[in-house]
Structures are given as C-alpha cells and as structure tokens.
C-alpha cells in the first residue's frame, strides 16, 4: 500500500483540531490542572505526558529521525519521549499548546521535504527499526489519535470521581 504525501498534512491537522478540542475542554474546567495530572495508576502517564509525548515524539521525528537538524525543544525529550516515567510537575496548559505548535511546524517542513520517490527510502534515524519513510509517517499519522484517545478516556476517569 502507498500512500499520497499530499494527505499527510491534512490527516495531521484533522487529529491536531481534536487534541486541541480536548486541551481547550481541560481548560474550560475549574481545575484544570488537577485533570492534567490524572493518571490511571501509579507511575502511569497522566493527561498532560499522553499530550506533550505527541508534541516531544513529531519533535524527534523531526529533528532525529526524518532529517537531522537542530531542535529548540530538546529540554522536554527526556521527559516526554517513548518510555519516559511521567512527572509529577505538570506543563502548564500554555506549554502544552507552545510544544505542539511547534513540533508541529517542524514536522510537517521535514515531512515537505520527501517526495513520493523517497517514501521506500529509509533515513538514517529510522535505519535500527528499518523503518521506511512510508511507515514513518503512516505511524505519524496513527500515533496522535492513539495517544489522544488514552488522553479522553483518562479525562472520562477524572470526570468520573468527581
């Protein structure tokens, strides 16, 4: 199966206005950041990592993994990438909408910069997993609905007990 390159962005932007709608719905409650920091257990990821772990992971692939360049984000890697334990000092939700905006913008200049000849090629930060520029991105576009969706269900809980 290939894929239109041409789709990505507008897939993108389609999964970015429903985590937005979820961080703008956090922010409308009494206290937001108590439902930020909701977790399904302990040393589990709160509201607030499933949401900065899609800023941090298009960040990498970005700057690590498409190309490799420069980033202005890589205080928050550590923090937010794959297998990371979440904090219990949460972003605030400025933050949270700061490192998406941005990470976005890289990615979708890094994903500009493929054309379809290059989707069987696979860049150097992908060559361990063996990854493709086709599955990179078609995991792009799988991973924000993954994560927003455990980010709903953990704001359903929240809502819940109170």
């Known amino acids: 199966m290939s894929i239109d390159i041409a789709t990505i962005p507008e897939l993108l932007n389609f999964n970015r206005v429903m985590t937005l709608k979820l961080l703008d719905e956090i922010?409308?409650?009494p206290d937001p950041a108590?439902?930020?920091g909701h977790?399904?257990?302990p040393?589990?990821?709160?509201?607030a990592w499933q949401i900065m772990h899609l800023g941090i992971t298009e960040e990498l692939f970005a700057s690590q993994r498409l190309r490799t360049t420069d980033s202005s984000l890589t205080e928050w890697f550590d923090l937010y990438q794959k297998g990371s334990t979440a904090s219990d000092e949460l972003p605030t939700i400025d933050t949270?909408?700061?490192v998406l905006s941005e990470s976005r913008k890289n990615l979708l200049d890094a994903i500009s910069q493929?054309?379809?000849?290059?989707?069987?090629?696979?860049?150097?930060g992908l060559s361990e997993r063996g990854w493709t520029n086709q599955m990179a991105?078609?995991?792009?576009?799988?991973?924000?609905?993954h994560h927003q969706g455990q980010a709903h269900l953990l704001l359903n809980?929240?809502?819940?007990?109170?």
């Open 27 to 29: 922010s409308e409650l």
């Open 34 to 36: 108590s439902a930020l």
């Open 39 to 41: 977790r399904p257990g």
């Open 43 to 47: 040393q589990r990821a709160h509201i």
């Open 96 to 98: 949270i909408r700061s």
């Open 114 to 124: 493929i054309t379809e000849a290059d989707l069987d090629t696979i860049p150097a």
């Open 137 to 145: 991105l078609q995991i792009v576009c799988w991973h924000e609905p």
């Open 157 to 162: 809980s929240w809502k819940a007990q109170q």
